[in-house]
């Protein structure tokens, strides 16, 4: 999920609604193309038409147009509880990473990000495996009816480890994704000619939308073995549609490059990177119309349809700080309104 800077006019409880909304509403925007992602990093599109039109489009015929959001409920019910842990492991590890003087470097930064949503990643792994296996079965004979019934059924056939199947990848992928947001970073003044700190909304958006393209680039292939241990079962239909079989992670990469070359690594790519500009635009959007929202809720602006700030209102002022002010002159005004004796 993409980070936005800390608003003191906003509670916490309305920052992570705003954010859990609008992930929720660009993943759904989005999951056609996450499908065909998802589809061609397991391999059940092989033999197929390649491509995320065509992929879609094989979909809707053979199972219905409502097949190309499989697993989308599942991916957006975990946005809400990732935020929540992922929060909360960012602000443990900026406390670790500040020195004395109370300043963190931005390499710390972004290692705070990036374990951070490593930690998110596994505390929530077993939502993430169960919206792989919902992808990619067939809605037309599914072997899961839902998120608890799939968890229930991957319990009771195959134990509690195969809920964490390739959980490994994770951590291994967050190494080359931290590295990515270090090198963009480092050179969005030389791309701009320009300091960060006079960047437009419109550049700011671009960098968020070229880290997230190099990232997940460089982080693809572990993306993709990961894709394949989820959806791996010798007790679902073909093995659960994938195109390679394994005894593990390593092995996994290994027949990868073995049967489809280096580059198989990186199938749904393509998809993958479409995705990018709508999902983020998508996202900061809406954020920002949740933002307004909750801002005219507490008192900050006029209208949550414009950003024009509500006249006497200190905008410095927290919303508890600020409810307990407009309460104070409110009983004032009461009591001065009482008649005298």
């Known amino acids: 999920m993409a980070t936005w800077r800390r608003d003191g006019r906003l509670t916490g409880s309305q920052r992570l609604l705003c954010a859990g909304l609008a992930g929720a509403l660009s ?3 989005t999951a056609p193309l996450e499908l065909a992602t998802v589809l061609a990093q397991v391999g059940v599109v092989r033999g197929h038409a390649r491509g995320p039109w065509a992929t879609g489009r094989r979909v809707w015929r053979a199972e219905g147009p409502r097949a190309l959001w499989k697993g989308n409920a599942v991916a957006c019910l975990r946005l809400f509880p990732c935020s929540a842990v992922q ?3 960012y602000r443990k590890f900026v406390v670790l990473f500040t020195d004395d003087l109370g300043h963190i470097s931005q390499w710390s930064s972004i290692m705070a990000g990036s374990l951070s949503g490593m930690v998110s990643t596994i505390v929530t792994y077993p939502t993430d495996l169960i919206k792989t296996r919902l992808t990619v079965q067939n809605m037309l004979e599914p072997s899961y009816k839902g998120l608890l019934h799939a968890f229930s059924t991957i319990y009771r056939q195959e134990g509690f480890l195969a809920l964490y199947r390739g959980v490994s990848l994770t ?5 080359p994704f931290s590295a990515g947001s270090l090198l963009v970073y480092m050179n969005l003044e030389k791309i701009w000619n320009g300091p960060r700190d006079r960047f437009s909304l419109l550049q700011n958006f671009a960098n968020v939308c070229l880290a997230a393209a190099v990232t997940q680039t460089l982080s693809f292939p572990f993306d993709t073995v990961k894709r394949k241990m989820q959806a791996q079962s010798p007790v679902l239909p073909h093995h ?5 079989h394994f005894s593990g992670a390593t092995d996994c990469f290994r027949q990868i490059v073995k049967t489809q070359g ?3 690594l990186w199938n749904g790519l393509t998809a993958n990177l479409l995705k990018i500009v709508p999902y983020f635009g998508v996202m900061f959007s809406t954020f920002e119309f949740c933002k307004r929202i909750c801002l005219y809720q507490n008192g900050y602006i006029v209208s949550p349809l414009s950003y024009k700030l509500t006249p006497g209102v200190d905008q410095s002022l927290q919303p508890q700080e600020l409810r307990e002010l407009k309460k104070f002159f409110k009983t004032g005004k009461l009591k001065s309104k009482k008649p005298s004796l």
């Open 87 to 89: 929060l909360a492991a």
């Open 262 to 264: 280096v580059l198989g």
């Open 240 to 244: 659960g549609g994938v195109d390679v």
């Open 171 to 175: 951590v291994l992928g967050a190494l």
């Open 27 to 29: 993943l759904s925007v």
